[in-house]
Nanobody, 125 residues
Framework: QVVLVESGGGSVQAGGSLRLSCAGFGYTDSSMCVTWFRQAPGKEREGVAGIYLSNSRTIYADSLKGRFAISRDNAKNTVYLDMNSLKPEDTAMYYC??????????????????WGRGTQVTVSS
């Protein structure tokens, strides 16, 4: 069993930055992928960024490249999402999830068995 706990969300003005953390507790398979998802009210959940634990390969939603960065700290068993130049449209609940998606489906919810409860990010204009 893997328990994921997100933190770091909050309210920020447009142009600001936030760092989200996803701490993993329990067994974490090094072959897993950890992906950050987000869901805004009335919108579908979307993949934001993923990192494969076996080789630290990172992958991003095209629309977010350059503003968001995903990284990991093995010693802390934590994956981070650094978000810069935030926009009001980045407002959403952000979740981290762990699973075994194929690379071409790193954002596919169906491949993720373990989910955190989410952390809210609100960006005001």
């Amino acid at each position: 069993q893997v328990v994921l706990v997100e933190s770091g969300g909050g309210s920020v003005q447009a142009g600001g930055s936030l760092r989200l953390s996803c701490a993993g507790f329990g067994y974490t398979d090094s072959s897993m992928c950890v992906t950050w998802f987000r869901q805004a009210p009335g919108k579908e959940r979307e993949g934001v960024a993923g990192i494969y634990l076996s080789n630290s390969r990172t992958i991003y939603a095209d629309s977010l490249k350059g503003r968001f960065a995903i990284s990991r700290d093995n010693a802390k068993n934590t994956v981070y999402l650094d978000m810069n130049s935030l926009k009001p449209e980045d407002t959403a609940m952000y979740y981290c999830a762990a699973g075994y998606p194929p690379l071409e489906r790193w954002y596919g919810s169906e491949f993720f068995r373990f989910w955190g409860r989410g952390t809210q990010v609100t960006v005001s204009s």
